[in-house]
């Protein structure tokens, strides 16, 4: 471990560099000029870039074998001893240690890359906004925590990222704070995240007490050595009690709702943390813990089943979106549900991957759709939108790359990575493959009506901000461009098979995901043939391809039609379009429940507490110092005054001397003088005869 | 004259004939400075200033003395009339009472104290009196508020500009007026040269004290008529008038004394005679120069109108042609008559070019508030001046210890006093109490 | 050649003449001149036997005398312009907030 | 009876008499003219004891400093009812009676004295140069005195200035 290259040997360095300027951002930044802000921002992060690619390419120097590194600072909670579930004495210790492998090592590689554009795109984005220091400030404090989070080698310090994520979340959410509906959202996502982050740090607890370690790299030999059978009730609970934290982090059902709202925050923000990075947490958690999750299928089935539904369910809900950020929001968490789908069907590497492609063009989307709201003056209502793309090129491009990316278009990196995960869908479980292929089907249409409501058909921008529409400058267009080649390119990193490639990326990582021992395998349907596989794609190409006439039908050739299928579908379109009143479910379910209990407390409070307790005691202390009182006036004063009185009485002669008058002081003096030479002469007569 | 009378007698004749030639030459120096000054205004306000009174105004003065000396004498009633007549004749008195230790010469000096620049400084700081009783015994207002600024002033700018003084009175070691020329004599180089600033603070301390523009707040005739003169006429008005310009001279003279080398001509103390006589070519400079005025005043004779005018100036030539001839003849006499004579000439004409810079101030800066006075004198100057004379001492004291050329310490020293004086320009605040009651 | 006790004679006429001044006079202005008057006749005294001793230590203690005085000037006069200020007055025997 | 004795006797009446003026003035700005007078005429007393450094500074320091500083405040708080007041107040007849019995105890002190306590003690004739014996007796012997002097002076500086505020 000591011999370690030195990109890896100072892997602390990472997450230290945007911490650093977060510090200053928020303690001084206030007096610092904008150029200086971007400057020192935007570059630690690029410093962390730069020690990131250090690391992955000292990292791939290894032999595929022992490509792990770890680097522990200090010991952080040396908590001693205790005893296990199964009553063996283990020594809980989690230490300030840092674990770069190739997972953490694609993370840190989004994290700081995707990161460090998006921070260039901020400074042309925010450049008119308040509080730009602090806004960075933010954003460098969740770099940070995100490192962290990647790069932890326990589950307490990952959860202490994942916290400091929440948090940064929170704050940037509410960036805009005198905004009613930014506050509150923050505040809805904090809450919801609560949730989760109960049941993933009951899950912690639950590991240590079960395993003795938090450690990673100790859970597996830690499984083993306990001799867990598949299906272990213990180890699916402590799968699902992660897999709670994740849903609230990355927005899956039941705790999806918090995502949409977040859209209130900046747009950078949504780029950065609700699109390519946080919300993709409990996809690295759970991967970061396969281990666990391949001792119990049935958790692995639940997170299948809840991935696959919520990208159906969210893309229904995508389609019929009107605000453009609130569709990629959806879309966002759909595209959540498919890594969770893969995650659940077992191909951890696929769903890793999809998270990476989709940190690409997901984050292209959202920087895309800002200039767009920038180019609009800030609208965002993409009925009030439209006829755009010759006004602005740049956006309109590198937005449609990122759409056919995402909708799964032949060589873009959506199709690859998506494809990838319904490949392994369908080995598994037809359903599950049947839910993505239609989810897809209905990405590539929400995402296309986004598209043309956008850019093209008729203009139906608002007459005051006709004509100051304009292309955004060019620290946003550079991030858009470096995206849109990466949204291309990126998938072709783990290039099929079939098309004669060999999936690097996917073998990169594959030595994170645990094999577990051949005899417990269950076995798993016989790999379909390369044909199966292509058709499968031939399948979903068609799918898509239709999703985008369909979209192209009903939003340029017969603009007429969506409102008549929404009325002839009346009911259910309004079901979706209020979201199945979730919202409302949930208020009437937790929200409402919680406030009348703290009614009823303060109730309590009110009458019983204040007014038996505290009121009760300060009467009784009231008639006690009545008491006192008088007896201090009358008693204790009154032979003071006794005593004043008598020395006033007696001092009455000397007043009558002190006059408070100079010059009979001075007679006073002179007449002392006389006495004294008078003495003198005195004696010096007798002195003399 | 020496050799006339027995030098027993002398030393008691000498002193009272100076005192006499002094006191007899004084006010008609006073009223020519003031032409100089009216022409010099009007040269530089592009005019002619006075001409009709003689060729070129040259005898306006005489004409303007009359005038003074002819026109009522008014006492306000309610005016406390010992005081009011007391106060001038403390103004004139105390300024010419300084002229006892001022060495216009080598011998031409009424007495040599060995604290004379003390004795100066003294007599002239009584001289506030005259104003401040004038003003207060006049019973009005302009007056009394005149005098109270004219007090405050003088009391803060002595501060300033004794301890200007003191950074050269450091280097020539005594406070006897003729010793410190000497002083300057022997190091061969004038006190300007080793302490500037100190040179500097004095010459504003100097202006304030003789309450001259820009520091003429006592008198501003915008704000009070004219300060604490606003009651006076006629000849006690002269008299003040008298003294402030006798008070010129006197600060004139002083620094002449002490920073310009007194009587020194330039050079003094490097002596190469002109080839094949005993005449250095500096000493036969003055008459040459007198000389030339002479002629000048020959050639413009004949322009003048009138044929009155023209005797004038033809006479005002003649005089100067019998100065130049002194001046000449004071070539072949001893050394001693030509010191004494040449040293009356260049200490004239370094005080004149002293006063020169007054009347030129005068006329280029604006009048300062009353309190920006204040700041300037208490923030500025006399800490300037403390940080001058330590800075100085320094300099003597590495001199004494370590040898090297004083010079070049004193340049260092500059170099630190400039320094300070640049930092506390700087952080100067506005507002300022004006600090009156620490007068000490 | 003016013998010593004609030097005292003269401080200590100037002394009294002071005292008389600072017992009896109203004006506060006046009660401190009268101070300086008999600080003044102190110095005569000091200045009188420093010739006589042929030394100069009277006459620093003279200048040591003057530098306080000085400073009761300044700060007798301040405190006399703060008080005028806030009491329109200058007598000495209207000044009696000093007691009990 | 020399220059010597003359100038003595004249300096030293000129102090008295403006002195008993200074004293019995109703108007406080003559009383303050007298007093410079006396200060002068002191400094005279002073020239002639060959104290010359000590006559210089009685007369820049005490008339040229702080009488001017006397007359200033004067001037400011100059009330002209002041001159319609009683000048003596309640205490003088006894004031004075004492101030009478001190000076007839001095007096006699004095009297006494002139034989036994002061020998007619020698004076140099040839003094040292005054200014520099000053000098020396400051910054040698009494260096301490002088710093803790020019404390005092410090301390009353800011004394004064605090006084004389407006607003404190």
Known sequence: MNAQPFFLDHLWLIPLFPLATAAVMLFCGRRLSNNIVSWLCSGSVFLSFIFSVGAFFQLIAKPSGERIATKVLFEWIPAGTYHLLDGRIAKFIADWGFQIDPLSCVMILIVTGVGFLIHIYSTGYMAHEGGYYRFFGYLNLFMFSMLMLVLANNLLLLFVGWEGVGTCSYLLIGFYFHKKSASDAGKKAFIVNRVGDAGFLLGIFLTSALLGTIRFVEIGPALAAGGFAIGDPRITAIALLFFVGATGKSAQIPLYVWLPDAMEGPTPVSALIHAATMVTAGVYMVTRTNAIYQLSPKAMGVVALTGAVTALFAASMGVVQNDIKKVLAYSTVSQLGYMFLACGVGAFTAGIFHLMTHAFFKGLLFLAAGSVIHAVSGEQDMRKMGALSTKIPVTYWTMLIAALAIAGIFPFAGFISKDLILGKAYEKDALLWAIGYFTAGMTAFYMFRLIFMTFHGASRVDHEVEHPIHESPKSMLVPLVILAVLSVVGGWLSWPEIFGGNSHFIHFLSTVVAVPHEARMEPVKGPSSAHGELFLMMLSEGLVILGILFAWLLYVKRTDLPNKIAHSFGGFYRLVYNKYYVDQLYDALFVNRAKDLGLALGAFDRRVIDGVGVNGAGWLARAISKLSMWWDTWIVDGSVRLGARIVWIFSYPVRLIQDGLVQSYMLLIVIGLIGFFGYYLYMAHHAIH | ?440 | ?100 | ?168
């Open chain 2, 1 to 440: 004259m020496s050799h006339l009378l027995p030098p027993s007698i002398l030393r008691l004749v000498l002193p009272v004939f100076y005192a006499v030639v002094i006191v007899a030459v004084l006010p008609l120096l006073a009223g020519y400075i003031v032409l100089v000054e009216r022409k010099v205004m009007a040269d530089m306000q592009a005019r002619l200033g006075p001409m009709r009174v003689g060729p070129h105004g040259l005898l306006q003065p005489i004409a303007d003395a009359v005038k003074l000396l002819l026109k009522e004498d008014i006492i306000p009633d309610k005016a406390d009339r010992l005081l009011f007549w007391l106060a001038p004749l403390v103004s004139v008195t105390m300024a010419l009472l300084a002229y006892a230790a001022l060495p216009i010469g080598p011998a031409f000096q009424i007495a040599d104290l060995n604290i004379g620049l003390l004795f100066i400084l003294a007599v002239s700081s009584l001289g506030i009196y005259g104003i401040v009783l004038g003003g207060w015994a006049s019973n009005s207002h302009y007056s009394l508020l005149g005098a109270l600024r004219s007090a405050a002033q003088l009391v803060s700018y002595e501060t300033a500009a004794g301890l200007g003084l003191i950074s050269a009175l450091l280097l020539a070691g005594s406070l006897s007026m003729k010793d410190i020329v000497i002083a300057q004599y022997d190091q061969g180089i004038w006190f300007i040269f080793y302490v500037p600033i100190g040179f500097f603070i004095y010459m504003v301390g100097s202006i304030a004290e003789t309450n001259r523009a820009p520091f003429d707040l006592p008198e501003a005739e915008s704000e009070l008529v004219a300060g604490y003169m606003t009651e006076y006429s006629g000849f006690r008005w002269s008299l003040y008038f008298l003294a402030e310009y006798a008070n010129m001279i006197i600060v004139a003279g002083i620094a002449t004394t002490l920073f310009l080398g007194g009587w020194l001509r330039p050079f003094a103390s490097s002596h190469t005679a002109l080839p094949g006589t005993s005449i250095e070519l500096l000493d036969a400079l003055p008459s040459l120069l007198v000389l030339g005025v002479a002629l000048y005043c020959f050639y413009l004779a004949p322009k003048q109108p009138v044929k009155i005018q023209k005797m004038v100036m033809a006479m005002a030539g003649g005089l100067c042609l019998i100065i130049a001839g002194v001046l000449a003849g004071a070539l072949f006499a001893s050394p001693a008559v030509l010191q004494g004579i040449h040293g009356a000439f260049w200490f004239l004409a370094k005080v004149f070019t002293y006063i020169y810079f007054f009347l030129w101030f005068r006329f280029t800066f604006p009048r300062y508030r009353f309190d920006q006075l204040m700041r300037l004198g208490w923030r500025f100057l006399i800490p300037l001046a403390l940080v001058n004379l330590i800075a100085t001492a320094t300099a003597l004291l590495a001199t004494r210890e370590w040898g090297g050329s004083l010079l070049l310490y004193t340049l260092l020293a500059d170099a630190v006093t400039l320094a300070v004086a640049i930092f506390l320009a700087k952080n100067d605040e506005v507002d300022s109490a004006v600090p009156v009651m620490d007068g000490e």
């Open chain 4, 1 to 168: 009876m020399g220059l010597n004795s003359i100038l003595f006797y004249f300096f030293a009446a000129l102090a008295v008499g403006s002195a008993i003026l200074m004293v019995t003035r109703r108007n406080v700005v003559h009383g303050a003219v007298y007093l410079i007078t006396t200060l002068l005429a002191t400094a005279g007393v002073f020239l002639l004891r060959q104290a010359e450094f000590l006559f210089i500074t009685q007369v820049i320091l005490y008339v040229g400093g702080i009488m001017v500083l006397f007359v200033f405040v004067i001037m400011l708080v100059n009330l002209d009812v002041s001159l319609l007041q009683y000048q003596f107040n309640r205490q003088r007849f006894v004031a004075g009676v004492l101030a009478l019995a001190l000076a007839a105890q001095l007096f006699i002190v004095i009297k006494m004295g002139k034989t036994s306590l002061f020998p007619q003690a020698r004076v140099p004739e040839v003094l040292p140069k005054n200014t520099e014996a000053v000098a020396d007796a400051l910054f040698g012997r009494f260096m301490l005195p002088f710093e803790i002097a020019s404390i005092l002076l410090l301390v009353a500086m800011i004394g004064a200035v605090v006084m004389a505020k407006r607003r404190v």
């Open chain 3, 1 to 100: 050649m003016v013998p010593v006790d004609h030097y005292l004679w003269l401080s200590l006429a100037l002394f009294t003449i002071g005292v008389i001044g600072v017992l009896t006079r109203r004006n506060v202005i006046i009660i401190l001149m009268s101070i300086e008057l008999i600080l003044n006749a102190v110095n005569i005294n000091l200045v009188a036997f420093s010739h006589m001793f042929g030394n100069v230590d009277g006459q620093v203690f003279a200048i040591f005398i003057i530098t306080d005085a000085a400073a009761e000037a300044a700060v007798g006069l301040g405190i006399i312009l703060a008080f005028f200020r806030n009491r329109e007055t200058l007598l000495a025997d209207e000044m009696d907030m000093l007691k009990w």
